[in-house]
């Protein structure tokens, strides 16, 4: 099989097409970031990089390997994840806003308890002793 035939059937067989994750696969995806700590490690040298590619490579295998998900590239599925933070941010500033919109008390449907904080501790990063426009008195 030469490489031309190789991409030709590689590309058919992965998803190229926008498709839209589904909770499920969004869900899978958060689970296998869990399982691979070196994907949200922030140190940038060589071996750390390389070991990031691998890690995305295996995430990849093995969600590509589920029976109930569409085939993805690995860059899709850094997409989403990068996604699924940016959206948690979103909601911890909202959550944040909320508190300082009713003097110190979050509203009903509090979402302060994500596996994303779990895997993602800087997300919503506070520093205590700080006071700035963003600190909420107690």
């Known amino acids: 099989m030469d490489i031309t035939t190789h991409l030709r059937l590689s590309s058919t067989t992965l998803s190229s ?3 839209p994750f589904s909770s499920s696969e969004r869900e899978l995806i958060v689970a296998l970031v869990r399982e691979r700590p070196i994907i949200e490690d922030k140190r ?3 071996k750390n ?3 990031k590619k691998q890690a995305w490579e295996d995430l990849t295998v093995a969600y590509n390997s589920q029976p109930y998900v569409s ?7 850094k997409i989403c994840w990068v996604n699924i933070k940016t959206q948690r941010k979103k909601e911890l500033s909202q959550e944040s806003t909320s508190i300082k919109r009713t003097g110190g008390s979050p509203e009903s449907g509090s979402t ?7 895997i993602c501790p800087f997300i919503n990063l506070r520093v205590p002793g700080v006071i700035d426009s963003n600190s909420i008195e107690s």
């Open 17 to 19: 097409k926008k498709l």
């Open 49 to 51: 990089i390389e070991l």
């Open 44 to 46: 940038t040298f060589a």
């Open 71 to 77: 085939q993805r590239h690995s860059q899709q599925l």
């Open 112 to 118: 302060s308890d994500n596996i994303i904080d779990a």
